[in-house]
């Protein structure tokens, strides 16, 4: 019987089919980067280290580990810590600016309109606590970072010319009293919002009252869209 050549029997190595022991991971393929999606990782992850330490304890190695990315990348997204917390600010205005435009208050009656932007703004406040830090951290730095945006009065412009559009139709239809600033009106919306909120803890003790009941709530809310509302509407 011949024997066949041991070449015909053990193929050559680089002719072998190859095989992967069970136990080894297969390699991955590269994940395609997305810009956008890593910068608003990076962003949200900011959002909740500036929200809850301030701009002073927040860490910059804090926030990219909260990514899950490195502090290369977010310098190379954002430039550094200041550029990084202006950018959450401008994107925490932006976003509440951005709901307010889905209330379309111009379509609205003018009673309704300011009915509804209160109602919107408690309930903002409400829903978003970390825009209430922020807004109190930068307080605290007396606007130095808010400053620096070049965005942010293009940002509320068009609220205070949504406001006052409303205004004027209210005054045209009898049903609001004249020369009413729509940013002091404004302001004492989010007075009543802000305050209540900011407070809530040394209210409660004080008070022996817990104002974070969802009963006590819903008369808060309820409350301020009252005084809103009467203030408008009187003809002093």
Not at 43 to 58: D, I, P, R
Not at 86 to 113: C, M, N, Q, T, W
Not at 132 to 142: D, Q
Not at 200 to 212: A, C, G, N, Q, V
């Amino acid at each position: 019987m011949a024997v066949k050549p041991r070449a015909l029997i053990d193929p050559p190595a680089r002719e072998r089919p190859i095989t992967r022991d069970r136990d080894t991971p297969a390699k991955r393929a590269p994940r395609p980067r997305d810009p956008e999606r890593t910068s608003a990782t990076i962003l949200a992850a900011a959002v909740q280290e500036f929200s809850t330490k301030g701009y002073s304890g927040a860490r910059v190695d804090a926030i990219a580990e909260r990514a899950g990315t490195n502090k290369r990348m977010l310098y190379h997204y954002y430039g550094g810590k200041d550029a990084l917390y202006v950018a959450v600010l401008e994107g925490a205005y932006k976003k509440i600016r951005f709901a307010e435009r889905k209330l379309h208050l111009s379509d609205r009656d003018p009673e309704e309109a300011i009915r509804e932007l209160v109602r919107f703004t408690w309930n903002y406040f409400l829903n978003n606590p970390e825009f209430l830090s922020l807004l109190g951290s930068e307080n605290l730095h007396h606007a130095k970072f808010l400053k620096r945006s070049g965005r942010i009065f293009d940002l509320h412009s068009p609220l205070v010319a949504v406001i006052s559009e409303v205004l004027q139709r209210g005054v045209k239809a009898g049903k609001f009293r004249r020369r009413i600033d729509p940013v002091q009106l404004y302001v004492t919306i989010a007075s009543l919002v802000c305050f209540y909120l900011s407070n809530r803890w040394t209210l409660s003790t004080i008070f022996r009252r817990e104002l974070m009941r969802p009963e006590e709530l819903e008369a808060w809310g309820k409350h301020i869209t009252d005084v809103v509302l009467s203030f408008v509407t009187s003809q002093g």
